[in-house]
């Protein structure tokens, strides 16, 4: 049989990509002398003092309530304001709209790098300098135009007589888009808050660059905490496994919408 | 779908304009606005002209990690978009390893991109690391912090372990809105494995298939964090791609003005790739 053969490419493929996460989350488990002292592929003395000191310890842990924060605030913003965007686009022709979704779709584009140092002064301009609001809205750059993007996808895929048939019967317009048309597009703002999840939890330089105590993420936590006290790799490893967590969560819930979801819309 | 004339739209699109003008407009302007000038500090600055654009397009510097930037994003583009479709087509269609495999394969996705540097390094350290040790307990001398070409092997690499997963849901996705008829209609024809590939499958696949590529593109025009925590460019400038570069004269070197060209020259380039995908791709829409 040949169709038996098929498992072994996304088998290798998962073994590389499992490789470095393993290597990663087991040296979480070993101290930082046992890490220095030469390669071994289980812990010897296995310890749970790395995770102990973060989650005892507020200037760590309060780095993923600091992340959390922002990416959720970041998606809940994108996502009130892209729906209705995206439903103008997908449905009305209006002055302009062509070129307006290009240059969305441009700011997708921009790279942060270039953004970074004009940012610190814009947000500490308006005194937003070190707020989680500061990040969430900075975010709002990419993953706007990222989330209009989808959306106007999904939506293109529902037949137009859903929504004439609502307005005949009488429904508001915004009654309509929230009772029917959003349930209608579950799969597909379950897509648009994956991608927006996944692109605001990762980002860094802007992050980094918008806190500097107060809504400081964990990302930049790490960073700080290996140049001050030396190199602590065991320590490093376990805040580095700890991140992984919020995605594995975000992936298992839309795994899937994210199937479904693709295959309906555009993207 | 044929839209309705609506010029009452504008009020639902105007929230989106307000939020992302506010972070698109006044940084850009900022940004134009020391491309053409001078600081010695002290706030004061004197006006330039183009000078700036002209030294940056001049200076050798730019060329070489403009040359970089190209290569590592064509290198990776040619590794992660063949490699991420072959994942695709050999993925279960149905039953519960499709969960499992969507899983795992995402997991790269979401993780924050200084911990998929660091733990890059970690993993690749010689004496230290899973992939560093075995590779030279293997006899391979290798030692990404000091060879310029292993330190550009592992940059790859990881990219590929990182994004590659992209590829593969968007691939897996135009897939799946295949129906069995078209399958059921290819074997009645006696098609072979490459003429279904070539006829029904790519066909389906090519709007995510440009996505993808697309997406890919730019992330990979733009990548900052990961190569910057795993070789923070070295050894030498091996690994110094532009963003890397950007930021070293930017916030290094302190030198707004040629640092402000640099990122407008830089977004135009990234601006007119992706004008020329999108046209194609729209028009193929049509």
Not at chain 1, 35 to 48: A, E
Request: net charge neutral; proline share 5%.
């Amino acid at each position: 049989m040949i169709a038996n053969r098929r498992w072994i490419l996304p088998t290798l493929y998962i073994l590389f990509l499992m490789l470095p996460i393993y290597s990663l989350v087991s040296m979480s488990f070993k101290t930082t002398n046992e890490i220095l002292g030469g390669f071994s592929l289980f812990p010897k003395n296995f310890t749970l003092e790395n995770y102990v000191t973060i989650f005892t310890d507020p200037t760590w842990y309060i780095g993923y309530i600091n992340s959390l924060i922002y990416v959720l605030l970041n998606t809940a913003i994108s996502i009130t304001v892209a729906l209705p965007a995206a439903y103008a686009f997908s449905r009305y022709r209006f002055m302009g709209d062509k070129h307006l979704f290009f240059w969305l779709l441009t700011n997708r584009m921009a790279p942060a790098a270039v953004f970074a140092l004009p940012f610190f002064q814009l947000y500490s301009a308006v005194g937003l300098f070190d707020t989680h609001l500061a990040v969430a809205l900075a975010h709002c750059l990419f993953n706007i135009p990222l989330m209009v993007w989808i959306l106007e996808g999904f939506m293109s895929g529902v037949p137009k007589e859903l929504d004439e048939t609502a307005f005949l019967d009488g429904y508001s317009f915004w009654r309509f888009f929230i009772r029917i048309f959003i349930p209608t597009i579950a799969a597909g703002i379950g897509v648009a808050m994956f991608f927006s999840f996944m692109y605001s939890w990762v980002e860094l330089l802007l992050a980094k660059t918008l806190t500097s105590v107060d809504a400081k993420p964990i990302a930049a936590i790490m960073t700080r905490t290996a140049s001050t006290s030396g190199y602590e790799l065991g320590l490093l490893a376990a805040a580095g496994s700890l991140t992984l967590i919020p995605g594995t969560f975000v992936i298992y819930f839309v795994r899937h919408h994210i199937a479904k979801g693709f295959a309906m819309g555009r993207v | 779908m044929n839209k309705t004339l609506n010029q009452k739209a504008w009020w639902l699109v105007l929230p989106v304009l307000i939020l992302v003008a506010f972070n698109a407009f006044i940084p850009l302007m900022t940004v134009v606005n020391y491309s053409v000038q001078e600081t010695f500090g002290n706030n004061k600055f004197f006006w330039e002209g183009l000078r700036w654009y002209e030294d940056v397009l001049a200076s050798e510097r730019f060329h070489a990690s403009f040359i970089r930037q190209l290569y590592f994003t064509a290198t990776i583009l040619l590794i992660e978009v063949p490699l991420g479709i072959a994942v695709a087509l050999s993925m279960p269609r149905s039953g519960p390893w499709v969960s499992v495999c969507l899983v795992l394969m995402a997991l790269p996705l979401l993780i924050p991109w200084n911990v998929v540097g660091a733990m890059w390094n970690i993993y690749a350290l010689p004496d230290i690391g899973l992939l560093g040790y075995t590779l030279n307990s293997l006899g391979f001398d290798y030692n990404f912090t000091q060879q310029p070409v292993a330190a550009w092997i592992t940059t790859v690499a990881m990219d590929v372990w990182h994004w590659t997963s992209l590829v593969v849901l968007l691939s897996y996705a135009g897939l799946c809105s295949i129906p069995e008829a078209y399958y059921q209609a290819a074997r009645i024809d006696g098609a072979s494995k490459w003429a279904i590939f070539r006829y029904v499958q790519l066909p389906k696949m090519k709007h995510v298939l440009t996505i993808a590529i697309l997406l890919r593109f730019m992330d990979s025009f733009m990548i900052y964090t990961e190569p910057f925590v795993l070789t923070g460019g070295g050894p030498g400038n091996t690994t110094t791609f532009l963003s890397i570069d950007l930021v070293k004269i930017a916030l290094g070197q302190f030198d707004l003005g040629p640092a402000g060209a640099m990122s407008i020259i830089y977004f135009m380039v990234v601006l007119l790739i992706c004008w020329v995908f999108y046209t194609i791709m729209m028009r193929n829409e049509d």
